[in-house]
């Protein structure tokens, strides 16, 4: 039997007189247009296709703002599945794109929102790639939790509290002396 790797035309011929199909040295794989003619630099498929998509993909803040109002139309709402549990998360949030123009901030107030959200992700950002033409946005989800005024909890601090907006019930404690404290 012949070599199947075999380098000249005489050596890649079959032994076997009916066979005379010729075996072929296999190459490395290449993710190269098929049709791209070695040594030609005008089909370069990295060049082209990357410049051409560059330009073509280029989005802005303000065309990020308007296909993410787009989603939130009645119309596009119904076709999401769960469309309630999107619309109380995102509906009001104001994404932003980064310095590197693919990925998306969305900025939530809640690690509890940022959890809800992380499931229902996969399918808004599908929509919004299709809208913006942009494959390649990811999205960033930040959370800024808002910082609230302590509440006391133990029963003094309670009544501290409520001593400080109205006084009048220290007045009250004296008429009610079995309260407990």
Request: proline share 7%; net charge negative; glycine share 4%.
């Amino acid at each position: 039997m012949a070599e199947p790797f075999a380098e000249n035309e005489a050596e890649r011929k079959s032994d076997d007189e009916g066979d005379t199909q010729k075996r072929v040295k296999p190459g490395i794989l290449s993710m190269a247009s098929p049709y791209a003619i070695e040594g030609d630099e005008r089909q370069s498929p990295t060049k082209t296709t990357s410049d051409k998509t560059a330009e073509k993909n280029q989005i802005t803040q303000a065309t990020l703002e308007d296909h993410w109002e787009k989603l939130w139309t009645p119309e596009n709402l119904a076709t999401f599945s769960e469309p309630e549990k999107k619309a109380s998360f995102l509906k009001g949030v104001k994404p932003e794109l980064d310095a590197d123009g693919k990925t998306v901030v969305i900025t939530l107030t809640s690690s509890f929102a940022e959890h809800e959200v992380k499931k229902e992700l996969p399918e808004i950002m599908s929509r919004l790639r299709h809208y913006c033409g942009c494959q390649e946005l990811t999205p960033k989800i930040v959370i800024k939790a808002e910082e609230r005024a302590a509440k006391p909890y133990q029963s003094g601090e309670k009544y501290e509290a409520m001593m400080k907006i109205n006084p009048e019930l220290a007045s009250l404690r004296k008429i009610l002396p079995d309260i407990d404290i």
